[in-house]
């Protein structure tokens, strides 16, 4: 107490709430440092926001919620970190975070930082919140100018690429009024809706390179996907909605073909060409498609043999294992229902075990010794 007392004397109001906060009083404490926070006291040895914030993260859920609205009006970067959890639990702290949501709700800033940390940094599988991030992008993207607005659309493109756990036609529903029109096809392309996206980045954005981009983004990597999408494009090219545009149609089709010949499948490609083309226009195209069917047919034929020569020793066990004559006598019978062999198939282990088919629970293990027999390849 007579400490207490000459911290008040002399205004050491940081001194004054440590001491409360070693008497175990820590409501007495952030009260103290609340108020130097919003400078309604002062006290040149207080260590600053960060200390506040440290110290309150140490402090019981309810004393957290009451005093960090203290924080944040301080500091946003410093203030949503104290949701921050390093071992956040998404079963155990589900009400934790629904309510840090609740009161970020007041800070767009800092619930964005939270939402980051969410799903990027901790790997949420949480439809929503991934869901509420793509809205705070999109929130962000509409109230900045247009250089800022590139980059952050950025960060909204690379989030709906990469989330499996978006509400697809909730975003699509907010996009309506933007200038978002990539963001739309790539949510297109979530929903399996590739033509309509292929349509919005060709007709109604006429970026073709972007178009092609989609291709790759959508496929992630995988040669059969791409292979769909990219002929998909080419369709697109081939009927063009325009007659006036049928000429430029047809060099972006030449193009595609000849620049992502090793990607499309040559025999679709072939098989919708005109029959007004002159062959040569796509000659390049021809070539790698010649030497790409060259090559599965080597392949398919190694694999055939591969195959066939597996299938002859998978034989030869097979007659190892069965040459030897089974022999029943009248007295024998099934080692797990007890019962003659007067119908039905007999199947014997290796060890000479003998029992009904239809008794058989697994056919590696022994059911009597419980010996384990398998065949390695």
Not at 161 to 180: E, I, M, P, R, V
Request: charged letters at 25%; aromatic letters at 8%.
């Amino acid at each position: 107490e007579d400490l207490a007392e000459f911290f008040i004397a002399k205004g050491l109001q940081h001194f004054l709430a440590v001491l409360h906060w070693k008497d175990n009083n820590a409501e007495a404490a952030l009260k103290i440092w609340s108020l130097i926070v919003t400078e309604k006291l002062s006290d040149e040895h207080f260590p600053g926001v960060e200390f506040f914030c440290r110290q309150l993260s140490l402090c019981s859920e309810e004393l957290m919620y009451n005093y960090c609205d203290v924080a944040l009006q301080k500091d946003i970067q410093i203030g949503a970190k104290l949701f921050m959890k390093p071992q956040i639990n998404f079963e155990s702290d589900n009400q934790f975070i629904d309510n840090a949501l609740n009161i970020l709700s007041k800070y767009p800033e800092a619930r964005t930082i939270f939402l980051e940390f969410l799903v990027l940094e901790r790997k949420s599988d949480v439809e929503k919140h991934h869901t509420q991030l793509a809205m705070a992008f999109i929130n962000q993207v509409k109230m900045a100018k247009d250089i800022q607005a590139e980059e952050l659309s950025q960060n909204l493109s690379k989030l709906i690429l990469t989330s499996k756990h978006l509400n697809a036609k909730f975003l699509l529903q907010n996009l309506k009024d933007t200038d978002l029109n990539y963001e739309k096809a790539i949510l297109h392309g979530k929903l399996g809706e590739h033509d309509r996206a292929l349509d919005i980045l060709v007709n109604k954005l006429k970026d073709y390179k972007l178009a092609e981009h989609y291709c790759d983004d959508i496929s992630a990597n995988q040669p059969e996907s791409k292979a769909k999408l990219l002929f998909l494009l080419l369709n697109i090219y081939m009927n063009p909605t325009s007659q006036m545009e049928k000429d430029k149609f047809t060099t972006l089709a030449v193009d595609l073909i000849n620049n992502r010949a090793e990607d499309l499948n040559g025999t679709k490609v072939i098989s919708i060409l005109p029959e007004t083309w002159n062959i040569s226009i796509i000659l390049p195209a021809l070539r790698k498609f010649s030497r790409n069917l060259i090559h599965t047919q080597r392949m398919t034929k190694i694999s055939k043999h591969l195959y066939k020569g597996e299938n002859i020793q998978v034989h030869n066990k097979l007659v190892g294992c069965t040459k030897d004559p089974i022999f029943v006598m009248p007295n024998n019978y099934c080692v797990v229902c007890q019962k003659p062999f007067t119908s039905g198939g007999i199947a014997r282990y290796p060890n000479g075990v003998m029992l009904h088919q239809d008794c058989i629970k697994d056919g590696e293990v022994c059911p009597i010794t419980g010996e384990v027999f398998k065949i390695k390849l």
